[in-house]
């Protein structure tokens, strides 16, 4: 299989996945998720995505129940990054194995597809990609579609490797990085969140001090295709002048769109802040601003 230039970091077109779709070597995963803001926006549920698979996925694929399956149980804090032995077998489970070139993709926002992409990414599997305007783009062209759950897959052999902690932050490296010359912080809420004038609040308003924002909504295109280089590099031109960035969002997703980006951009050194403003804006004593 010859993959276009790239791909392993970044991105695949739908008209490339329709060429492959048959490659034993190729792995479709959808972990999609919807979130349903509470009544006083306070945060959010949940729910996996899982009848809208049923309802039509690209053909092969299987769905990912992020929440359930690829995450650590906390009483506080959503998605947070599983142990490697969770994840080895969760990969397993999928019917991914260490050589296998995994497709992420999305049937709602693409920071679901980009969210699979960084983890695989933090467990030292170098072989993934996204869909490019994910399943919203492979429905609008017409091509094949299955209706129902996943069909049934060998489990794949995946082994165990522990996640990289260089792509990974602390509240502790947030707080360090806030009035730090060579470090940027990113939020990849919608700028409603960030000024603190609307939106889901995950328990304070506003945005950690001293972060830009730079939405992850407005790093694609309304097809869901990401922005062109061109539009990525202007957008993220005075994070690209920093040695290191931090996103982060509210729980860790949006975040990982800007990490995918900044990777097409050939940055080096950027974290997630898994935790994100579940963690942050429930301390007091951690500094936000409006």
């Known amino acids: 299989m010859t993959e276009p230039a790239g791909c392993t970091d970044c991105l695949v077109s739908t008209e490339w996945l329709a060429r492959h779709l048959d490659d034993p070597a190729v792995r479709v995963l959808d972990p999609s998720t919807l979130l349903l803001p509470r009544p006083d926006y306070s945060m959010y549920d949940a729910v996996p995505a899982r009848d809208a698979f049923e309802m039509g996925h690209i053909p092969g694929a299987a769905f990912v129940d992020l929440g359930k ?107 360090a990085a806030i009035g730090a010359d060579e470090v940027c912080n990113i939020n990849a809420l919608r700028p409603e969140q960030h000024a603190g004038t609307g939106g889901v609040t995950y328990g304070r308003r506003g945005h950690i001090a001293g972060s830009i924002n730079i939405p992850a909504a407005a790093q694609a295109n309304a097809d869901n295709t990401f922005k062109n280089m061109e539009e990525l590099r202007d957008m993220f031109a005075q994070a690209m002048q920093k040695q290191q960035v931090i996103a982060y969002c509210g729980g860790g997703i949006a975040a990982t769109s800007t990490a995918l980006a900044l990777a097409m951009l050939g940055h080096k050194r950027v974290k997630v802040y898994d935790a994100s403003l579940t963690e942050w804006a429930a301390d007091p004593e951690l500094p936000m601003e409006m």
Request: hydrophobic content about 45%; charged content about 20%.
């Open 69 to 175: 399956e690829l995450s650590t149980p906390d009483p506080r804090l959503r998605f947070m990054l599983p142990d490697a032995q969770t994840f080895a077998n969760a990969m397993a489970g999928y019917g991914v194995s260490d050589d296998s070139f995994v497709i992420a993709y999305s049937t709602v926002g693409h920071w679901w597809a980009t969210r699979l992409w960084w983890m695989l990414k933090v467990f030292g599997h170098e072989r993934v990609a996204v869909l490019d305007g994910g399943y919203q783009k492979w429905k609008s062209e017409n091509r094949p579609i299955e209706t129902g759950a996943a069909a049934a897959r060998a489990a794949g052999s995946y082994t165990p490797r522990q996640a990289n902690k260089e792509m990974v932050a602390t509240r502790a490296d947030v707080l």
